[in-house]
Every structure is written in C-alpha cells, then in structure tokens.
C-alpha cells in the first residue's frame, strides 16, 4: 500500500531562518511526487511536482528535492507569508493522490 | 492558469438535509474530478473519482449511497450529501486536471465547509 508520511508535524520559525521539510514515500512505482501549500480554509495550491530521483525544482524562498526514497522541501530565508500547511502527495496511478499528513509552518516576523 | 471553481464555501444545515456541492474548472475541460474530504489538522482522504458520462469510483468505506456524484459535463462535478448527520461535517475538496495535459497537475478548489447541526 502507497503511503506518505510527512515530518516535522508542525515547525516554527524564525523570519529569515532556513529549514528543510522532509516527505517520506513507498509507492510501488513512481508516477509523480507533489507538493502543495494550503493556506486555513482554503483548497491546496500546486507548487512543485518530481518525477524522478535527483531532481530539483525552484520557486522563489522553495526548493524541492527528490531521492528514491523521500522528497525535501527546503526553505530559505522565508518570510512570515510563507507559513502555512505543506502537504507532499505521491500519484499512485490513474491521477489518485495520496497526500501526507502535512507540515503546519509558522514563521515569526 | 487553471482554476477550479467550488460552490458554496460554507453551509450550515439542519440534521436530514440534503446538500449539493458543485465543482467547476472555469477554464479547461476534465473527464475526471475528484472528491476529498478533509477533517481539521488532517490531510486530505480521497473520498471518489467523478468520471464525466460514467459512474464515479468510490474508495474504500466510502458510502456510494449517502456521497452521490454526477459529473453531466466536462467542467461540472457535483457531490450531492444526502440526509446528512453531524457526523458528516467535514470539509469537501474537490480537485481536477485539464483533459489530455499528463504534464498539468492536479488543481484544486478552495472548498466546501460543510457543518450539520
């Protein structure tokens, strides 16, 4: 069975502080890894999708990164804008996501 | 870029109603939606696929009686909670990808707090 699970739970942060958040996988066959931002009460944005081990997508104060294994979401210097749920989600095959649990971030101006 | 429209954001209803929610892509077309729900601090559990001209696909445990789907065209999905209880307040994502763009991912609503008194 596909699962992701997501870590930390919840992180805070200080403005400017940098930090990784961390996604880990087991699928049985990768079809696309993706991470989205959802903000309280809203639907989750689309920010960046993996397909294979080794690549790194950019987007602004975000960097995501993928291995066999797991996917990372680095943040530098992040602003308090930035917080919110970042959900990571893995294709298990005809267009089904299954999505981690999240991480809640919180950055202190 | 692609936008996915959901309808209504919030609604407060008595125990027995029923509820419609609709889900649109405003500007592309899909033959397939899909349905979430999400409860607080929780991620988000596919509920169904919404096949446009066909029956949707239910997961797992999910009651194909009580969540009923129609998806009539290629920008309109609608989940239809039927004699909801309090145990079915939750909030309901729908999601989509345009038709025939494997390179698109999926979109999502901003969607549907539903609380059942």
């Known amino acids: 069975e596909d699962q992701v699970t997501q870590s930390p739970e919840a992180l805070r942060l200080q403005e400017g502080e940098s930090s990784s958040l961390n996604c880990s996988y087991t699928?049985?066959?990768?079809?696309?890894l993706f991470w989205y931002r959802q903000d309280p009460g809203k639907g989750p944005e689309f920010l960046f999708t993996?397909?294979?081990a080794g690549e790194e997508k950019e987007k602004e104060r975000l960097k995501a990164t993928l291995t066999k294994k797991e996917s990372f979401l680095h943040i530098t210097a992040p602003k308090p804008e930035d917080s919110a749920t970042y959900l990571c989600?893995?294709?298990?095959?005809?267009?089904?996501?299954?999505f981690g649990q999240g991480t809640r971030l919180t950055i202190n101006p | 870029g692609a936008v996915v429209s959901q309808h209504p954001s919030r609604v407060i209803c008595k125990s027995g109603t029923s509820v419609k929610i609709e889900c649109r892509s405003l500007?592309?077309?899909?033959?397939?939606m899909f349905w979430y729900r999400q409860f607080p601090k929780k991620s988000l559990m596919l509920m169904a696929t919404?096949?446009?001209?066909?029956?949707?696909?239910?997961e797992q445990g999910v009651e194909k009686d009580k969540f009923l789907i129609n998806h009539a065209s290629l920008t309109l999905s609608t989940l239809t909670v039927t004699s909801a209880h309090p145990e079915d307040s939750s909030f309901y994502i729908c999601?989509?990808?345009?038709?025939?763009?494997?390179?698109?991912?999926?979109?999502f609503g901003d969607g549907t707090r539903l609380s059942i008194l």
């Open positions: 999601s989509a990808r345009e038709l025939g763009r494997r390179d698109q991912p999926q979109h």
């Open positions: 699928v049985s066959g990768l079809r696309g």
């Open positions: 993996l397909y294979s």
């Open positions: 989600a893995v294709d298990q095959g005809a267009q089904k996501l299954v």
């Open positions: 500007d592309f077309q899909a033959t397939t």
């Open positions: 919404s096949n446009e001209g066909s029956k949707a696909t239910y």
